[in-house]
């Protein structure tokens, strides 16, 4: 028996945030309830089954605090909404929703998409070490400057530290043209653009001149001890295990260090060990450190980097099982 829902969506706005990208969303509620989502004008009318049409409707108004603000409504959001309703974490996921962890310059809510990235950012507020593995695209440098910049407009910190191994440029950095900050700035590149998304430009230069923000190689980090500061050590993986135990040990009173790094991607020699692989297994029992750990179905960019995040993970996982 055809069941027909109808929704009506108070703001165009909303009516747009919910569809998606030609009507993208509309497409993947109805891959995940087997019902048909069509928009007219401000009103959406859903058709199945009873059991199909009260699923997508009970998707719908799970996102309702999103798309009733006019934001744009992804497929991360669809896909961890679906998960709540089939483990029973709808309250959750409405906590989800209202932590918003900052709000960019374009005025656009930065909050959690998925339940790891919720725990995620709940260690980055409560833990003075966190380290979190996870592929491409699921947010772990991104949320991390996030907090981290946060936290030093808010006065929590007096500096925020970011650092990266620059790998690819090993012994030949010295051989690049221009000042230390040109030679280093094609690998801390994404750093910069996180920090972009909070601070305008100008203010950033500011900020770095007055060593309030500082962006540098993690060759620069030893010797020293960071005090009073958020540091956040990025691509993680890049690093050999002396070096992680260099920048470990770095961390001074009332910081913050968080680690973020993909062991799938490690740009190493193939005789090296990843510093951030070994610090995992030693440190996994030591108290006061948090592990996150992010998968692909945190991918928070496009669509199609979830699905190659996924391909890869089979072909790795069938590789180890029939080796050549």
């Not at 798309?67 to 679906?82: E, K, R």
């Not at 440029?169 to 590149?189: H, I, M, S, W």
């Amino acid at each position: 028996m055809t069941s027909t829902v109808r929704i009506e969506i108070p703001r165009p706005d909303g009516a747009i945030a919910l569809s998606g990208y030609r009507s993208e969303n509309f497409k993947l509620l109805a891959q995940q309830t087997g019902a048909t989502l069509v928009l007219r004008g401000q009103e959406l009318l859903i058709s199945g089954t009873e059991a199909t049409a009260d699923r997508a409707r009970r998707l719908v108004e799970a996102l309702e605090p999103i798309w009733g603000q006019g934001q744009t409504v992804t497929s991360a959001d669809i896909m961890t909404a679906c998960h709540a309703l089939d483990t029973n974490q709808v309250d959750e996921l409405q906590a989800i929703h209202q932590d918003v962890v900052a709000r960019t310059r374009r005025g656009e809510v930065v909050r959690a998409k998925t339940f790891r990235q919720k725990q995620y950012i709940k260690a980055l507020r409560n833990h003075d070490l966190i380290f979190c593995a996870g592929p491409a695209g699921t947010g772990k440098t991104f949320l991390a400057t996030m907090v981290g910049v946060q936290a030093l407009l808010n006065n929590e910190f007096e500096r925020l530290v970011l650092t990266r191994p620059a790998v690819e440029a090993g012994e030949r950095l010295g051989f690049l043209p221009g000042d230390l900050q040109q030679k280093v700035n094609p690998y801390l590149r994404p750093l910069y653009d996180a920090l972009h998304e909070l601070v305008d430009p100008e203010k950033i230069a500011n900020l770095m001149e007055r060593g309030i923000i500082e962006v540098a190689p993690l060759a620069y980090m030893r010797g020293r001890t960071l005090s009073n500061a958020f540091v956040i050590l990025d691509e993680a993986q890049n690093t050999t295990p002396a070096q992680m135990k260099m920048v470990l040990t770095r961390l001074g009173f009332h910081s913050r260090m968080v680690v973020t790094g993909d062991t799938t991607q490690t740009d190493l020699p193939d005789y090296q060990s990843s510093g951030l692989a070994v610090a995992q297994q030693i440190l996994q029992r030591v108290e006061g450190i948090a592990f996150c750990k992010l998968g692909q179905s945190d991918v928070v960019r496009h669509p199609l980097v979830q699905r190659i995040v996924a391909a890869y993970e089979s072909y790795d996982t069938q590789r180890a099982k029939h080796p050549t």
